[in-house]
């Protein structure tokens, strides 16, 4: 994750300033036939790319398609979209893991234009010297704080620098919710628009740490720091706008508005989410998602990379052409990376790259240039969307129902899931 981020901050100033067929020039221009088809994976930016999109065929000629998949059903879509004669020449996988269904997909990158943007491999998908996906966009996430609540109820961030300062903060004000008018956490929905929140980053953080001091056996996890995963659910579920056993049916949306109404001071989400808080921003910081573990006073955000680009192999050779003289304008022309770092808010890899103006982006810069130490996404590791479905259904049942019994029913989706699924993913 050092070098990571130190590639990033080398290649574009700081962290917060985070092909080739046809004939093309610098920023995409292309006398190129064919038409490009993006499945796109993040909903929350979908009207950018669909406008990105538009001036791209305006400038070009080139026809480009943006379908944007529903919140938690990515995988679904593709493997959908996929079984179709137009299928789409452009797609995502979520690192090494999703790889590994699509690799047959995935055109081989080497070489392209759109690769020698690129600011290093730590930011690609690379196997067997082929290069099949390429980053786009770095991201962070931790929990976002209203100062102007925590301020009303008598407290400030600088006091939240561990789990159990945290912890003190957030039972101080669900105590006197009624008094205040406002609960410490948002609802911790668990539909798929909002469940990949707690099944896979929240679930990162035990991740993290037990990789760091036990090491990585593949197909093995021991959930070493699975008692405080407990610990920080609890504190989630236990503190906030709803009744726990509410939660199956709560929403990312019933998340945002919560928030947005000054109903929560905690939510848990990334920089992406800076465009659903406008409304609030400067109400809003961020601060690491402590569970309890390691060197908290040193502890950064959560950063780092799911979303990889890959161009399907399978197309036509002219759609290839196009898509990858797309994407190549996408990071490089004026229009493209404007849209991208500036409309969409990305910290991207690429060599061009423009300073963040996402308030978050730049905490998360602060953070850096202090000497916190960043937690790695480590959740393409894991071994399908099934675990983490698993996972996030025993989270569910647990939460409406606190026993032993039925936080063993998680160990058990997190442990033994995990060795079911690598084994089906990896057969003997």
């Known amino acids: 994750m050092k070098k990571l981020l130190a590639l990033v901050l080398a290649g574009v100033m700081a962290f917060s300033m985070v092909a080739c067929g046809g004939t093309e020039t610098e920023g995409g221009d292309t006398d190129a036939t064919g038409s490009v088809y993006y499945l796109n994976f993040k909903p929350e930016q979908d009207q950018q790319w669909q406008d990105l999109a538009a001036k791209y065929t305006e400038e070009t000629g080139v026809p480009v398609t943006v379908v944007t998949a529903a919140s938690g059903e990515y995988e679904t879509t593709l493997m959908s979209e996929m079984g179709k004669e137009s299928a789409p020449t452009l797609f995502q996988v979520n690192g090494p893991v999703g790889l590994a269904n699509w690799k047959d997909y995935c055109y081989d990158l080497t070489g392209t234009d759109v690769y020698g943007q690129l600011l290093g491999d730590d930011f690609a998908l690379v196997e067997d010297g082929k290069v099949y996906g390429l980053a786009y966009v770095i991201e962070t996430y931790g929990i976002i704080a209203n100062k102007t609540l925590l301020e009303k109820a008598g407290h400030t961030v600088e006091e939240i620098t561990s789990f159990e300062t945290l912890k003190a903060v957030v039972e ?236 063993d029913a998680v160990v058990a989706a997190f442990v033994d899931g995990w060795a079911t699924e690598y084994a089906l993913a990896n057969p003997a």
């Not at 004000?173 to 909002?194: C, P, T």
């Not at 949306?253 to 800076?274: I, R, S």
């Not at 197309?315 to 990376?337: H, P, R």
């Open 172 to 407: 101080d004000i669900q105590a006197r919710k009624d008094e205040l008018g406002f609960a410490a956490f948002s609802s911790a929905g668990m539909d798929g628009s909002s469940d990949w929140r707690f099944k896979t980053h929240l679930a990162n953080l035990p991740l993290t740490f037990e990789y760091e001091t036990e090491g990585i056996t593949p197909g093995t996890v021991k959930g070493t720091y699975l008692d405080n995963y407990r610990n920080i659910w609890d504190l989630y579920i236990n503190n906030a706008t709803c009744d726990p056993a509410e939660l199956s049916a709560k929403t990312g949306n019933d998340a945002v508005t919560e928030m947005v109404e000054g109903k929560a001071v905690f939510y848990q989400n990334g920089t992406w989410a800076a465009g659903d808080l406008a409304a609030i921003i400067d109400d809003l910081t961020m601060i690491p998602l402590y569970i309890g573990v390691g060197d908290e006073a040193n502890q950064g955000l959560c950063t780092g990379s799911e979303n990889y680009w890959c161009v399907n192999s399978q197309a036509s050779q002219t759609d290839i052409d196009a898509t990858l003289a797309f994407l190549n304008w996408c990071v490089t022309s004026e229009t493209g990376v404007n849209g991208m770092c500036k409309e969409m808010g990305f910290v991207i890899p690429f060599a061009k790259a423009l300073p963040a103006d996402n308030k978050f982006v730049q905490e998360a810069d602060a953070m850096i240039a202090a000497g916190k130490k960043s937690v790695g996404w480590n959740f393409p590791t894991m071994p399908s969307e099934e675990w983490k479905n698993g996972v996030g259904q025993a989270l569910t049942a647990y939460a409406a129902d606190q026993t032993d019994a039925n936080w």
